[in-house]
């Protein structure tokens, strides 16, 4: 075994080894992966194998892509046999949010370059003699998605891998990990000690152990998960006779199963509610190959409905159970990428679709590490969108409501329940007495909307009996009632949303913005790392306010701050609450190691409450003695202010493009700062307002927001943030590399489009961009803009299809409808509201 590598990948399952083949085939062939069992011994080998395409994740779905088609060469390349079967899948849908949901899904896979055929029943019937149609409104299938072996794949990329120089050993076990004087990593195994640059943590159920060996709460437990393999049924032995082709994997979604030939007979794999979480403190130390006791009881209803829906599969006897660990996340997409806190550590780990994401997974973390960059906006699967509250308690509960939910339709607006409310703010209670429906983001609970006193919807009229997968709405009260309906469609709120965005246009509204990110930089090297690492100028006077990206080094755009000097040479910087734990933890790496630079993160100590209309200046001089009008305190600028008897920063800056406050003050003050705006606000008719008003309004605006058109895969001047960009600044991270791409031209262009025609759906994001029925870009954002009375679409185009005036179509929900593109920030091109 070496005793010194480059790059050291605990955990010999197909992740893993995908892992070590692409980084051997990048030209990094110093590397070494250890296994405390054989290959495949964990989750790997009792994997059904099949390879779904479906997903609603653009960083998941780019992933999937990429293993598909790689998959389907590795047999060539390395002479070793995968067993992939590329016999197509085909998703039944029974109900029309179903159908909504395939229809939003299409949009994504045909922005994705992933081929999807939409089928009536009778091709269904055609396709699958055996299954019955009645019920159903359709269905869609993908013709390149089948199924794979997986320990045959695992052992295809070892092969390549090896010959490429990397280093496997098996019956190795990694025993802990430790940090050298000088910086490098110490993999303690059973066979010896390996020095090393970075490592990987691909350990699949023992990700938690791995992590605790470098001090990582890792946010990965599994979860039990069976699958029934059966005897031979004459009907599917007869096709085989026949020489006809395999029927493809079949998945009821709204019964959560999914069924395929084997063997002659099939294998079901139900997605059922209560499966528990398992090996919470990680498997034991002899675990290998290992399954679970089978529950079929817990299986028995979705056993009915593939019966009812494939008679075959009733007609034979079952010859195997497997109950096997699928590693989970809260959100069930995995995490790969960098870990937080620690340098070159990398977690491919909390993959329940392991066998399908491996490839990508590995091709893009290899990437990651060898050049410092993925070329996938990794934003979905990256570790550090979960925080330090995503503990042992926190991912039992929301890990088996992810597991759960893997068939149910992903409402674009669900919220889910489990492990709520965990992170409030002080004023919750208050808003929840104004009729706060919350959604939870990073932990955090957030008013969503309001709804007014005695609101709500009764169960009974909206529950679908008929089908498994029920959940178009958060658990009823005690009254029986809900106050939303989850839907790819305007919703039961969408007039509420209106009232709260008509008030604060009117008026003026409040709104509790708490959980953003927040940090202060300060130390004498303070200003000038600040130059060097963000793209935008930092304001020279005090007090003036700058919105601030930080690049990739390829160029796009990876985070973006609000970036306030509170006195000289103190700096508080702002972000999206979501991505506090990316945003601190790559701003934290990027230190000078000097010490002439300290960042300390502030987000728990500090409340945010917007106050924002026309009338909000009116509320807060009531308020403070500080002289708030336009000349003293103008737009982009902040001070601190006493508010009543308690004390603020207030900037003047909001997402909705308003004129208004952001009132950042100590956290335990928000509930006295909250009661003096109400009881002031109250002769102007204050409102609190929620997250979805601010939505459509920041789309009115065209506000961009990472993940969204912010992405490392756009750069800047594509997504139109030319104001915020100084190319002759001097240096600053990603500006070579922004320059050189400048000069090879850009393939998108940022717009804002209005959309016609629309009556009861609004573009959400990922919708596909057509012109003359061509794919020309894709959709980013979109809502229904109040203040203008008509439907919006953000997105990225084909710079020449840009301009003011352009026709496009967009797909929403599988229909087109006309769209134009129109100047930016529609709603106020000026600003005049904010600058009043
Ligand atoms: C019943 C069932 C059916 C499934 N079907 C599918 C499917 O159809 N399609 C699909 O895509 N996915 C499926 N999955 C999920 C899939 O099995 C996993 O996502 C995938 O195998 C994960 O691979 P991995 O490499 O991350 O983990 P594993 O295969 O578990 O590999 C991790 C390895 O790390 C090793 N290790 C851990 N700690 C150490 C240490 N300290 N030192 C050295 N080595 C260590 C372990 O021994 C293990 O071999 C299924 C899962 C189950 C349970």
């Not at 949303?497 to 409040?510: A, D, K, M, P, Y």
């Amino acid at each position: 075994m070496r005793t010194t590598a480059r790059v050291v990948v605990i955990g010999g399952g197909v992740v893993g080894v995908s892992t070590l083949y692409h980084l051997a085939k990048k030209g990094w062939s110093d590397v070494v992966l250890v296994e405390r069992k054989e290959l495949t011994s964990g989750s790997t080998w009792h994997a059904a194998g099949l390879l779904p395409l479906f997903n609603m994740s653009y960083s998941v779905g780019q992933l999937h892509r990429y293993s598909v088609s790689f998959y389907g060469g590795l047999e060539a390349e390395t002479g070793q046999p995968v067993g992939f079967k590329q016999v197509s899948n085909i998703r039944l849908a029974r109900t029309r949010d179903r159908w909504d949901e395939f229809m939003y899904y299409k949009g994504v896979a045909d922005t994705l370059g992933v081929k999807v055929n939409v089928l009536t029943p009778a091709e269904v019937k055609a396709i699958w003699p055996l299954c019955e149609t009645d019920g159903l409104l359709g269905a869609i299938q993908h013709p390149e998605d089948g199924y794979i072996q997986p320990a045959d794949l695992t052992q295809a990329l070892a092969k390549g891998a090896r010959a490429m120089g990397a280093e496997i050993n098996r019956y190795t076990t990694v025993t802990s990990i430790e940090r050298t004087a000088s910086g490098e990593w110490l993999v303690r195994t059973d066979k010896g000690d390996i020095i090393c640059e970075h490592i990987v943590s691909a350990t699949g159920n023992f990700a938690r152990k791995t992590g605790a060996m470098l001090g990582l709460d890792v946010p990965v437990i599994p979860v039990e998960h069976q699958y029934i393999v059966t005897e031979p049924h004459p009907s599917v032995q007869a096709r085989q006779r026949d020489g006809l082709p395999e029927m493809g994997v079949l998945r009821e979604a709204d019964s959560s199963w999914y069924l395929r030939e084997e063997n002659g007979g099939f294998i079901l794999g139900p997605y059922e509610h209560g499966a528990p979480a398992c090996y919470v403190e990680g498997p034991d130390a002899q675990s290998e190959y290992e399954l679970f006791q089978e529950d079929l009881d817990r299986l028995a209803p979705h056993i009915d409905a593939a019966i009812a829906r494939v008679p075959a599969f009733g007609q034979v006897g079952i010859k195997k159970v497997y109950n096997g660990a699928i590693a989970y996340t809260p959100d069930g997409s995995p995490i790969v990428g960098p870990a937080w806190d620690v340098p070159n550590v990398w977690l491919n780990e909390g993959h329940s679709f392991g066998v399908t994401a491996a490839g990508g997974a590995g091709w893009q973390l290899a990437e990651w590490i060898v050049d410092g960059e993925p070329t996938v906006d990794m934003m979905g699967v990256d570790p550090r969108r979960f925080g330090p509250y995503a503990t042992r308690g926190y991912l039992k509960a929301k890990n088996e409501e992810a597991y759960a939910n893997v068939f149910t339709p992903h409402y674009p607006d669900e919220e889910r329940a489990a492990a709520r409310p965990l992170k409030t703010a002080p004023c919750y209670g208050r808003m929840k007495d104004l009729g706060a429906v919350f959604g939870s983001v990073y932990g955090w609970e957030r008013p969503n909307w309001f709804a007014p006193k005695g609101y709500g919807i009764d169960v009974a009229s909206i529950d679908k009996p008929d089908v498994l997968t029920n959940e178009n709405h958060p658990p009823a009260d005690r009254d029986g009632k809900v106050k939303e309906i989850w839907s790819f469609r305007r919703s039961n709120y969408f007039e509420h949303v209106g009232n709260e965005i008509r008030n604060v246009t009117e008026g003026v509204g409040l709104q509790d913005m708490s959980p953003f990110a927040k940090a202060i930089v300060d130390g004498p090297g303070a200003r000038d790392w600040l130059e060097l690492i963000f793209a935008n100028k930092i304001p020279k006077t005090q007090g003036r306010i700058a919105l601030c990206h930080l690049l990739s080094k390829n160029g796009g755009v990876r985070a973006e701050f609000t970036v306030f000097e509170q006195s000289p040479g103190r700096f508080y910087l702002v972000s999206a609450g979501a991505l506090e734990r990316h945003d601190h933890d790559t701003l934290r790496k990027l230190l000078p190691k000097d010490g002439s630079v300290s960042f300390r993160s502030i987000t728990q100590a500090w409340g945010v409450l917007v106050l924002a209309g026309p009338r909000s200046r009116d509320v807060l001089q009531k308020l403070t003695d500080t002289d708030l009008s336009n000349a003293a305190f103008p737009w982009l600028s902040g001070k601190k202010i006493s508010v009543g008897h308690a004390t603020a920063y207030a900037l003047r800056v909001n997402f909705i493009g308003e004129l208004g406050f952001e009132l950042h003050h100590p956290i335990e003050m928000q509930n006295a700062i909250f009661d003096l705006l109400m009881n002031a606000g109250a002769e102007f008719g204050i409102r609190p307002f929620g997250i979805r008003a601010m939505l459509s309004m920041a789309v009115e605006k065209s506000y961009r927001l990472v993940g969204r058109e912010l992405s490392i895969e756009y750069s800047p001047l594509e997504s139109g943030l030319h104001r915020f960009v100084h190319l002759n600044k001097g240096e600053f991270i990603g500006r070579d590399a922004l320059v050189r791409w400048q000069e090879r031209g850009f393939q998108n262009r940022f717009v804002t489009m209005e959309v016609d025609g629309v009556s009861d759906v609004d573009a959400r994001g990922s919708e596909a961009i057509l012109k003359d029925g061509k794919l020309v870009g894709r959709c980013t954002n979109g809502a229904y803009g109040w203040r203008l009375g008509k439907s919006l679409a953000l997105g990225m185009v084909r710079p020449d299809l840009g301009e003011i005036g352009s026709e496009l179509d967009i797909s929403i929900l599988g229909k087109p409808y006309r769209a134009r593109v129109v100047e930016e920030s529609p709603f106020d091109s000026a600003n005049a509201r904010l600058r009043a």
